[in-house]
């Protein structure tokens, strides 16, 4: 937040600035979204839905899980939340208690850690690296419970900072041992559908107790419109059901509609994930060219996670200087990885092909 900070003030000033640090794709919702949106507004009254979400919005849903997946799920498990930040709400506090300690990847998104420590729970974070394509797997797990009893595990693949993405393999191995063991097993697919190499799979390919946090932000490129979905064990909907209720009433009835529409729009979203797979091949071609030559795995979503560390052990001050001095915004890891994160950067590629090619030509003329 920094950065974006100063990036505003820069820009303020007449400074042209690339920005590569905002985790939100470049292009407007779908065009059927926003026309289903505006119909909804002409007709008038929008209010209150059910609070799981509208029924033809979560019918949509578990045809997307059959259609992607193969998978079958019903729609009485499906929740329709007020973007993916409502759902982890949500679980924390339908599944666990005060006290209980939740794994997390380390890197990885700093929100889920700041969200379970406001509710009065304790993340629990492994560091990973290359030796398990920084992936969990049941070995972190049984390391984690010797320093006390693991009551969840949370995994985002592909991932939020790195891009990479769990094997299916890998994926299975650490829920089938969370089933075994009894933990709960919450799988973030936020970035599904953007998957450059690799194949994706849905944590619900290998166990019905697996709890899915999804959203309409990412591929759908709906972020500002704050609609969400969760899929659930049978035992945890009316749970979810009633926090809802008490807690947000529903997800926004108008996005809502316009997300059911975003479900039909795959040749438009495709033609847009296009672009972000132009810009990874760009950056993967360029950046080690310039003097970034340790990059993490960028499997999917539209971040590369550089390695830094031939620059400088701290990342805040490279990227401050780097927006000063290159006109180029980046992401500090400090926040992803408060162990080894000031020696690595997170950059979008989110944006244009043109402002791809104009950040690595300030880059390499300020590292020279």
């Given at each position: 937040m920094?950065v974006?900070?100063?990036a505003?003030?820069?820009?303020?000033?007449?400074r042209r600035?690339i920005?590569?640090?905002v985790?939100?794709p470049?292009?407007?919702?779908?065009v059927?979204?926003?026309e289903?949106a505006i119909r909804?507004l002409?007709?008038g009254r929008?209010?209150?839905?059910q609070a799981?979400?509208?029924?033809s919005?979560?019918?949509?849903?578990?045809?997307?899980y059959?259609?992607?997946y193969?998978?079958?799920?019903?729609?009485?498990?499906i929740a329709v939340t007020t973007?993916?930040?409502?759902?982890?709400?949500l679980?924390f506090?339908?599944?666990?208690?005060?006290?209980d300690?939740?794994?997390?990847t380390?890197?990885g998104?700093p929100?889920?850690?700041?969200i379970?420590k406001?509710?009065g729970?304790?993340?629990?974070?492994?560091?990973v690296?290359e030796?398990s394509?920084?992936?969990?797997?049941?070995?972190h797990l049984?390391?984690?419970?010797?320093?006390?009893?693991?009551?969840?595990v949370?995994?985002a693949?592909?991932?939020?900072?790195?891009?990479t993405?769990?094997?299916p393999?890998?994926l299975?191995?650490l829920?089938t041992y969370?089933?075994?063991e009894?933990?709960?097993f919450?799988?973030?697919?936020?970035?599904?559908g953007?998957?450059?190499?690799?194949?994706q799979?849905?944590a619900?390919r290998f166990?019905?107790?697996a709890i899915?946090?999804?959203?309409?932000?990412?591929y759908?490129?709906?972020t500002?419109?704050?609609?969400?979905w969760m899929?659930?064990?049978?035992?945890?909907?009316?749970?979810v059901e009633?926090l809802t209720?008490?807690?947000?009433?529903?997800?926004?009835?108008l996005s809502?509609?316009a997300a059911?529409?975003a479900?039909?729009?795959?040749?438009e979203?495709e033609?847009v994930?296009?672009?972000y797979a132009a810009?990874?091949k760009l950056?993967?071609?360029?950046?080690p060219?310039?003097g970034f030559?340790k990059l993490l795995?960028v499997?999917?979503a539209?971040y590369?996670?550089a390695?830094i560390s031939r620059f400088?052990?701290?990342?805040l001050?490279?990227?401050?200087?780097m927006l000063?001095?290159a006109g180029?915004?980046g992401?500090p890891?400090a926040?992803f990885?408060?162990?080894?994160g000031?020696?690595?950067?997170r950059?979008?590629?989110a944006?244009t092909?043109?402002d791809m090619?104009?950040?690595?030509?300030?880059?390499?003329?300020w590292?020279?």
């Amino acid at each position: 937040m920094e950065v974006l900070s100063e990036a505003a003030r820069l820009e303020a000033e007449g400074r042209r600035i690339i920005h590569m640090e905002v985790g939100q794709p470049g292009a407007p919702a779908p065009v059927a979204a926003r026309e289903a949106a505006i119909r909804a507004l002409e007709d008038g009254r929008i209010g209150y839905t059910q609070a799981l979400g509208i029924p033809s919005l979560r019918q949509g849903l578990s045809r997307h899980y059959l259609a992607t997946y193969g998978v079958e799920v019903p729609e009485a498990r499906i929740a329709v939340t007020t973007g993916s930040s409502a759902g982890f709400n949500l679980i924390f506090l339908a599944a666990f208690n005060p006290g209980d300690r939740i794994v997390l990847t380390s890197p990885g998104y700093p929100a889920y850690r700041n969200i379970l420590k406001a509710l009065g729970l304790v993340p629990v974070e492994v560091e990973v690296g290359e030796d398990s394509r920084w992936s969990l797997t049941p070995e972190h797990l049984e390391a984690a419970r010797r320093d006390g009893p693991v009551h969840g595990v949370l995994v985002a693949s592909p991932a939020n900072p790195t891009g990479t993405m769990m094997t299916p393999e890998a994926l299975e191995a650490l829920v089938t041992y969370c089933d075994r063991e009894g933990i709960w097993f919450i799988s973030d697919e936020i970035y599904h559908g953007l998957v450059y190499q690799g194949t994706q799979e849905t944590a619900l390919r290998f166990s019905d107790r697996a709890i899915i946090i999804n959203s309409f932000s990412k591929y759908f490129c709906m972020t500002g419109w704050r609609i969400g979905w969760m899929v659930l064990p049978e035992d945890l909907v009316r749970p979810v059901e009633k926090l809802t209720q008490s807690l947000y009433i529903s997800a926004p009835g108008l996005s809502q509609v316009a997300a059911e529409a975003a479900l039909g729009a795959g040749r438009e979203l495709e033609i847009v994930k296009a672009g972000y797979a132009a810009n990874r091949k760009l950056l993967l071609d360029g950046l080690p060219k310039i003097g970034f030559d340790k990059l993490l795995p960028v499997d999917g979503a539209f971040y590369v996670y550089a390695d830094i560390s031939r620059f400088t052990n701290d990342s805040l001050a490279f990227t401050k200087a780097m927006l000063a001095e290159a006109g180029v915004a980046g992401t500090p890891g400090a926040d992803f990885d408060q162990i080894n994160g000031a020696r690595f950067m997170r950059l979008s590629f989110a944006g244009t092909t043109g402002d791809m090619e104009t950040a690595l030509a300030a880059l390499g003329a300020w590292l020279r």
